[in-house]
């Protein structure tokens, strides 16, 4: 593995194709991927200054969007439990979009439209 070129070995041209970039974003992006660069240099390098802001939103992401209970108690093993039905999928890709959000326009804009 040491040993092998990175074309071989790289995770960017098997996501493009998975995520059928040259048709769904567009092929100029599919070809040059400087996003993926910058998100691997310049994103990762400030992740312990944007820690704070992740895990403020975090923490405001999931009790907006997956509140403790909504009353419904139902018996189990003698016990009765609160719970409330929800779509993890739906939850988890809202909950992402926040924290990115957050990451990329900061605080005052990422308001305008989740809160």
Same mark, same amino acid.
């Given at each position: %593995?040491?040993?092998? @070129? $990175?074309?071989? !070995?790289?995770? *960017?041209?098997?996501?493009?194709?998975?995520?059928? !970039? $040259?048709? *769904?974003?567009?092929?100029?992006?599919?070809? =040059?991927?400087?996003?993926? &660069?910058?998100?691997?240099? $310049?994103?990762?390098?400030?992740?312990?200054? &944007? %820690?704070?802001?992740?895990?403020?939103? &975090?923490?405001?992401? %999931?009790?907006?969007?997956? @509140?403790?209970?909504?009353?419904?108690?139902?018996?189990?093993?003698?016990?009765?439990?609160?719970?409330? @039905? !929800?779509?993890?999928?739906?939850?988890?890709?809202?909950?992402?979009? #926040?924290?990115? =959000? #957050?990451?990329?326009?900061?605080? @005052?804009?990422?308001?305008?439209?989740? #809160?």
């Amino acid at each position: %593995m040491f040993s092998a @070129p $990175e074309e071989h !070995l790289s995770f *960017t041209k098997p996501a493009a194709d998975g995520l059928q !970039l $040259e048709y *769904t974003i567009s092929k100029s992006v599919a070809e =040059n991927q400087w996003h993926a &660069l910058v998100v691997k240099s $310049e994103l990762s390098r400030h992740i312990p200054e &944007l %820690m704070p802001a992740i895990v403020d939103e &975090l923490d405001s992401a %999931m009790s907006d969007e997956i @509140p403790l209970t909504d009353g419904n108690a139902i018996a189990c093993e003698s016990n009765l439990l609160d719970w409330t @039905p !929800l779509c993890a999928f739906e939850k988890a890709v809202n909950i992402v979009a #926040r924290i990115s =959000n #957050r990451v990329f326009v900061g605080l @005052p804009l990422c308001n305008l439209t989740t #809160r």
